[in-house]
């Protein structure tokens, strides 16, 4: 674990060496916080949870199985699958949106997963949408 810098310059000079990556993981994970909603990395297992973070991907399950979008959702700690069972798309979840979902958490395939969640797309000025 690395230490904070303790003085302004130094805070400045760490500031300046971190790659752009983590200064977006940095600032999801501070609005989750700001907000009250749960860090991914903190979800257990079988609990019902409410987390906010942005789409990084999205897959669609072959035609063979059950339709099912799943889309994976970052907040700057850890990565969420959200699954919706029986959807090939839903308006407006697409890679780079902003979201809230809400629902149980389980580990699928060893993945932390959301089945069927509820959800609210965040506009970019963080306002929910309908």
Do not use: C
Request: glycine residues 10%.
């Amino acid at each position: 674990m690395t230490r904070e810098p303790r003085s302004a310059l130094g805070r400045l000079g760490r500031r300046l060496l971190r790659s752009s990556d983590q200064i977006d993981s940095d600032a999801l994970a501070r609005e989750s916080t700001d907000l009250g909603r749960q860090h991914i990395g903190d979800l257990v297992p079988r609990t019902v949870a409410s987390v906010r973070g942005e789409i990084r991907s999205i897959t669609l399950r072959p035609s063979d199985e059950v339709a099912a979008l799943d889309a994976e959702l970052w907040d700057g700690t850890d990565v969420l699958h959200l699954v919706w069972l029986g959807r090939r798309s839903i308006v407006g979840v697409t890679p780079g949106v902003k979201l809230q979902a809400t629902g149980r958490v389980s580990r699928h395939r060893d993945v932390l997963t959301m089945f069927n969640p509820s959800y609210e797309i965040i506009g970019p000025d963080g306002s929910r949408g309908h």
